[in-house]
């Protein structure tokens, strides 16, 4: 049985949005080490080296969870593993990020290009930009995207923009398919970043997956830590005693 939990964080903001999900998840799992790891530097590295990177770093045999690209990296990592992982949960996490012929509910090419572009000229406004849109959707968007912008730890553009291409790059389908054991996947409904309509293309890969509508913004995990903890917790124990 797991003794681990491991949360992965989204991209640009750094772990400290997770910390208070961290201490809700430590109350609601006291017999789980919850532990929060920071996204490596993905400069220069293959979706798949990143992958190999992770797996050497977390202990075998955890849960996996993941926010946005760490839920993209869980995903990955979890179908990687497979019977070598606990579980996986991911929020707000699309298989892939930016639309694809193959994939439309997701983020238009034409956005992230804009995106991508802005970041590289002007880093700060584009993490400015990011943390709005983080909110859109949250019952108070501007004290949302003010706590977000505060706690941001990146300030490294070449790491950020690095970290853009892999989310243009990873392409989750087959592994949420592959994947074995319990996963679940949450989204929110009004997630400015991943369209609602992701929910059902997901639902649709793995008939054995739960997968959810949790919050209503990209960081509503932030805003509802307390009964996102509660939603893991039961998910975690129901999967270790299955």
Same mark, same amino acid.
């Given at each position: 049985?797991?003794?681990? &939990?491991?949360?992965?964080?989204?991209?640009? &903001?750094?772990?400290?949005?997770?910390?208070?999900?961290?201490?809700?998840?430590?109350?609601?799992?006291?017999?789980?080490?919850?532990?929060?790891?920071?996204?490596?530097?993905?400069?220069?590295?293959?979706?798949?080296?990143?992958?190999?990177?992770?797996?050497?770093?977390?202990?075998?045999?955890?849960?996996?969870?993941?926010?946005?690209?760490?839920?993209?990296?869980?995903?990955?990592?979890?179908?990687?593993?497979?019977?070598?992982?606990?579980?996986?949960?991911?929020? @707000?996490?699309?298989?892939?990020?930016?639309?694809?012929?193959?994939?439309?509910?997701?983020?238009?090419?034409?956005?992230?290009?804009?995106?991508?572009?802005?970041?590289?000229?002007?880093?700060?406004?584009?993490?400015?930009?990011?943390?709005?849109?983080?909110?859109?959707?949250?019952?108070?968007?501007?004290?949302?995207?003010?706590?977000?912008?505060?706690?941001?730890?990146?300030?490294?553009?070449?790491?950020?923009?690095?970290?853009?291409?892999?989310?243009?790059?990873?392409?989750?389908?087959?592994?949420?398919?592959?994947?074995?054991?319990?996963?679940?996947?949450?989204?929110?409904?009004?997630?400015?970043?991943?369209?609602?309509?992701?929910?059902?293309?997901?639902?649709?890969?793995?008939?054995?997956?739960?997968?959810?509508?949790?919050?209503?913004?990209? @960081?509503?995990?932030?805003?509802?830590?307390?009964?996102?903890?509660?939603?893991?917790?039961?998910?975690?124990?129901?999967?270790?005693?299955?």
């Amino acid at each position: 049985m797991s003794k681990h &939990l491991v949360l992965l964080p989204g991209w640009g &903001l750094g772990v400290v949005p997770l910390q208070i999900l961290a201490e809700q998840l430590d109350a609601a799992l006291p017999q789980l080490t919850v532990q929060i790891q920071p996204l490596p530097d993905v400069r220069g590295k293959s979706a798949e080296a990143l992958i190999a990177l992770l797996d050497q770093q977390l202990p075998s045999d955890c849960w996996l969870m993941g926010w946005s690209l760490g839920g993209m990296l869980a995903t990955a990592l979890a179908a990687y593993r497979q019977s070598a992982c606990a579980g996986l949960i991911s929020y @707000a996490s699309n298989p892939c990020f930016v639309a694809r012929e193959t994939w439309p509910a997701a983020m238009p090419v034409d956005t992230f290009t804009a995106f991508r572009q802005l970041c590289a000229e002007d880093f700060a406004a584009g993490l400015k930009r990011f943390v709005l849109l983080c909110s859109q959707g949250a019952a108070q968007p501007r004290a949302l995207s003010r706590q977000l912008l505060e706690a941001a730890a990146v300030t490294d553009s070449g790491c950020a923009l690095a970290g853009l291409d892999l989310l243009a790059e990873l392409d989750n389908r087959v592994a949420i398919s592959a994947f074995a054991g319990p996963q679940l996947h949450l989204f929110a409904e009004q997630d400015a970043l991943v369209p609602s309509l992701t929910l059902s293309r997901v639902r649709a890969l793995n008939a054995q997956a739960t997968v959810e509508f949790f919050g209503h913004s990209h @960081a509503g995990l932030i805003v509802e830590a307390q009964l996102l903890a509660q939603r893991i917790a039961d998910f975690v124990l129901r999967g270790q005693h299955a």
